[in-house]
């Protein structure tokens, strides 16, 4: 079993800057990709940014410029830096990854369980 948990979330006044975490844990042979995702109420679930099977970073275009995503493989962390953030982009950020729990195995998809983010104006 694989544990996805986010954290970092909390409230910050606009034009401030959050930078989430997402650690993965348990059985995990390789995770081949992973997303930061948000999902504002009475929204859908939206692609923020990620990580492709190819390892490059790739961005939703309404994010490019003011979120940056990085990792560190060796604690299988991955990290959301937010700057300049807007009322809109209060959200519950979602962490997905898709991870090969032992060689030869098909893959799983794994989520947190959120963390809020509110900016206030």
């Known amino acids: 079993q694989v544990q996805v948990v986010e954290s970092g979330g909390g409230l910050v006044q606009a034009g401030g800057s959050l930078r989430l975490s997402c650690v993965a844990s348990?059985?995990?042979?390789?995770?081949?990709?992973m997303g930061w995702y948000r999902q504002a109420p009475g929204k859908q679930r939206e692609l923020v940014a990620g990580f492709s099977r190819f390892g490059r970073p790739v961005y939703a275009d309404s994010f490019k410029g003011r979120f940056t995503i990085s990792r560190d493989n060796a604690k299988k962390m991955f990290y959301l830096q937010m700057n300049s953030l807007k009322p809109e982009d209060t959200a519950v950020y979602y962490c997905?990854?898709?991870?090969?729990?032992?060689?030869?195995?098909?893959?799983?998809?794994?989520w947190g369980q959120g963390t809020q983010v509110t900016v206030s104006s």
């Open positions: 348990g059985s995990i042979f390789s995770i081949n990709a």
């Open positions: 997905n990854t898709d991870v090969t729990e032992v060689p030869g195995a098909n893959e799983s998809h794994y």
